[in-house]
């Protein structure tokens, strides 16, 4: 007799559902995604006890006959793909054919279903993966498919629930994600009977975006876009100040579908370069469209993950896409819309939408283009100001014709700009100077340095000095000359004029430290970036140091000379800025 056994399908379903039903909000995501694929304007969540006890989602999708009903409840049935061809050009979200039967088989699962044109409509009820009922049924067109009990047949997964409050968390994030990529989808969401979130279908996503995110994103989100023949990236941002401590509020769609991918991450973080405080996310909400032959969507169960074939062409346009947005008035370089009729957002729908016409639904399609124009977010009538549509943002590369009143605290420069009163961080913004003055050189001719009278030597670890090695010809362009001397010393022979020869050292172990952090295999150009930081750190004038008066009048036209002159390198505000009506309104003078 054989060892090997082909598993009957029940105990296989349960297998693949321990995979794509991790928990109840999973079964929320897949139902749903079946819903959107099914062309529905409107879906309705109701949970129990935080989906433990009861998920029900109904629609007003196509619905299914009674022979596809029963078609979908089997392994590897699906409507969405028929051949190997189409794998890999995958327009639904749902493609796996798992889902259903995965449910089916840890729950008691029931579907009632009709299509529009049938007069009546059939339901099924299973248990543990075995059907109980097929019957007729009175419905109104679309889908309703109810999960009670699930996971009673999994001691060890129900076990693993957390409480319902936490439960519930999920299935609202879930339906939130999915909201925020379907505006013109009426989302519902009903626990134990009370509605907890009710979002009506809006042809205008900023109205959806501002409902699901919080009001208080609405005059602080920025509308960012790019796109070339074969990508296109649509979206807002949130200002460099509205941050988060996690990367919760970054929400990213390709071709609409909810995904989470460390790269797009990355990508936004790198536009932000340099205004973030370290540690701080942005809000965003970023849609990317790409050919569905760029991107390999069956990489894991779930689907939240995806593999993009030509990942640094999409990594440099987010990158350039964020950062264009960040500096005022900097149009987008691919904005040809001479006469100011075309937004650049409508161009970017309108390019998303060719990559995703939806599967079923004209209805959605059409309410989409529509919208197009439309795309902008309120209080951001930033169209009207400039032709390309690009909203005015914070940062203000113009000069300010900042007038210096003063230096206080030994720390700070008092200056008086129009009608605002500005305060300077002149550690801050020394910082920003000096870092884009190296960064000037990086391209260009190598630093003024300084020979040391008496070279110093410096001891590292085995990992330090790997790392330093590998720095020395970078450093070099920047007027620190480093000589190894034995295995794991050094000597230090000259070092920039910005800087007091006696910080060298710390310096150098400074930029190793952060470099091993970083690792320097992933990307030289960041490490070396991240040692220009530190350089720049290191010479700047410091807080509680006394400037002359020319001193201060240097700093400032310096700081007024720069591109970001915003935010120092590390992303520290570098000034502070009141409006006089509000200081004559703190003296009560209106
Ligand atoms: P997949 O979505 O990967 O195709 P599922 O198991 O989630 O697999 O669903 C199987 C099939 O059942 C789908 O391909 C679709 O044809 C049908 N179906 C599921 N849910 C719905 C729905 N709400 N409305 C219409 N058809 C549905
Ligand atoms: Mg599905």
């Keep these: 007799m054989t060892k090997i056994r082909i598993l009957p399908e029940i105990l296989s379903n349960k297998i693949a559902a321990g995979e794509v039903v991790e928990r109840p909000a999973s079964v929320v995501k897949e139902l749903i995604e079946n819903s959107l694929d099914a062309g529905s304007t409107r879906i309705l969540i109701e949970i129990e006890k935080g989906g433990i006890s009861l998920i029900r989602i109904s629609d007003n999708g196509c619905g299914m006959s009674r022979d ?17 061809e189409d794998l890999f050009s995958i327009h639904t979200l749902g493609f796996r054919g798992e889902a259903l039967p995965s449910i089916a088989s840890v729950s008691r699962l029931s579907i009632i ?37 699930l996971f009673f047949n999994i001691p060890a997964r129900l076990k693993f629930l957390k409480t319902i409050r936490t439960e519930t968390g999920h299935i609202s994030d879930v339906v939130s994600n999915m909201a925020l990529g379907w505006p013109n989808v009426h989302f519902r969401l009903v626990h134990d009977g009370y509605a907890i979130q009710n979002w009506a279908a809006s042809d205008d996503h900023t109205t959806r975006i501002a ?60 536009g932000y370069s340099g205004r973030l405080m370290k540690g701080q996310f942005p809000t965003a909400v970023l ?51 001479e006469s100011g009729e075309t937004s650049v957002i409508s161009e970017a729908l309108a390019h998303s939408e060719k990559k995703h016409p939806l599967p079923f639904s004209g209805i959605i399609k059409k309410s989409l283009s529509d919208t197009a124009s439309t795309y902008q977010l309120p209080g951001f009538s930033g169209s009207k100001k400039n032709p390309a549509g690009q909203a005015p943002l914070w940062e203000t590369a113009q000069p300010e014709n900042l007038k210096a009143i003063g230096q206080f605290f030994d720390s700070y420069i008092l200056c008086e700009s129009g009608a605002n009163i500005v305060i300077i961080d002149q550690h801050a913004a020394h910082e920003r100077i000096l870092f884009e003055k190296l ?24 990992r330090q000095s790997h790392i330093l090695e590998r720095l020395i010809p970078d450093l070099e362009k920047y007027g620190i000359e480093i000589e190894p001397f034995g295995k794991q ?29 970083t690792g320097i295999d992933s990307n030289m150009g960041k490490t070396v970036e991240e040692c220009l930081k530190l350089m720049a750190c290191h010479g700047a004038i410091r807080a509680n140091q006394t400037l002359s008066s020319s001193e201060i009048a240097e700093l400032i036209t310096e700081i007024e000379a720069c591109k970001i002159p915003g935010h120092c390198p590390h992303g520290r505000p570098t000034r502070i800025k009141w409006q006089r009506q509000e200081i004559d309104k703190l003296f009560k003078r209106t």
């Design 287 to 337: 849609f990317i469209a790409v050919p569905f032959r760029d991107v390999d969507v069956n990489v894991h169960p779930s689907k939240q993950e995806i593999r993009f074939f030509r990942k640094q062409q999409i990594y440099e346009m987010i990158v350039d896409a964020v950062s264009s947005c960040l500096v005022h008035n900097q149009k987008p370089s691919w904005v040809h819309s």
């Design 113 to 149: 279903s009709r299509e529009p044109s049938a007069e009546s409509g059939t339901e099924i009820v299973m248990e543990g993966g075995k059907i109980l009922k097929v019957s007729d049924a009175g419905a109104p067109a679309g889908t309703q498919i109810t999960v009670r009990k």
């Design 211 to 270: 409902e699901v995110l919080g009001n208080t994103l609405e005059n602080n989100l920025s509308p960012v876009s790019a796109k070339n023949e074969d990508f296109c990236i649509s979206g807002w941002i949130s200002r460099p100040d509205m941050t988060r401590a996690t990367s919760q509020g970054i929400h990213v769609f390709v071709n609409r579908r909810f995904v989470r991918d460390k790269m797009i991450t990355h990508a936004l973080m790198e």
């Design 68 to 84: 596809d009903a029963l078609l979908s409840i089997e392994r590897y049935a699906t409507s969405k793909i028929y051949s190997d």
């Design 489 to 517: 010393s050094f000597v230090i022979k000259s070092s920039p004029v910005m800087l007091s020869g006696n910080e060298i050292k710390t310096l150098i172990t400074e930029m190793v430290d952060s470099a091993l952090e």
């Design 439 to 462: 960064a000037d050189r990086a391209t260009g001719k190598k630093l003024p340095a300084q020979r040391m009278l008496i070279p110093e030597t410096l001891e590292l670890n085995y």
